[in-house]
């Protein structure tokens, strides 16, 4: 009986076909995902940071008042500064690096942060 000896090396065009086929699927599902979470975590980053705004304003304006200082809510929020934030920065919408829009009402006492790109609380 005689051998034969194979020097086959590598992967047969069946199989290679067989694991293109499924990166394709895998892309088709992963790709659509990761472009809906990465605009669903913008959303989110942006609401934060204009949560964040109207806070750091509301305790500016709360220090100011608790040193019987008699001041607007509106003036207060004109002169938002990085020094009032942790990291030294005056937040930006992640989507574009746009700044925010902000205005107060001084009869409420409510702030209003509008973001650039239209994400809404």
């Known amino acids: 009986m005689k051998r034969f000896i194979s020097n086959q090396k590598g992967f047969s065009m ?9 990166l394709g699927l895998l892309v ?5 995902k990761y472009i809906s979470m990465t605009a669903e975590s913008q959303r989110k980053a ?3 940071n204009q949560k ?4 750091a ?3 500016k304006y709360s220090k100011q008042v608790m040193r019987n200082k008699d ?3 509106s003036d207060v929020a004109k002169t938002l500064r990085g020094s ?3 990291d030294g920065r005056v937040p930006r919408c992640p989507k574009g ?3 925010y829009t902000i205005s107060a009402n001084d009869n409420s006492l409510r702030v209003i942060v509008k973001c650039p790109n239209g994400h809404k609380f």
């Not at 088709?28 to 659509?32: F, N, S, Y």
């Not at 964040?52 to 806070?55: D, G, K, L, T, V």
């Open 14 to 22: 069946v199989e290679l076909v067989f694991v293109l086929v499924i």
């Open 28 to 32: 088709a599902v992963a790709v659509p």
């Open 46 to 48: 942006c609401l934060a």
């Open 52 to 55: 964040s705004i109207e806070n």
């Open 57 to 59: 304003i509301l305790m």
């Open 71 to 73: 001041v607007k809510l």
């Open 84 to 86: 009032d934030f942790a």
């Open 97 to 99: 690096n746009k700044s």
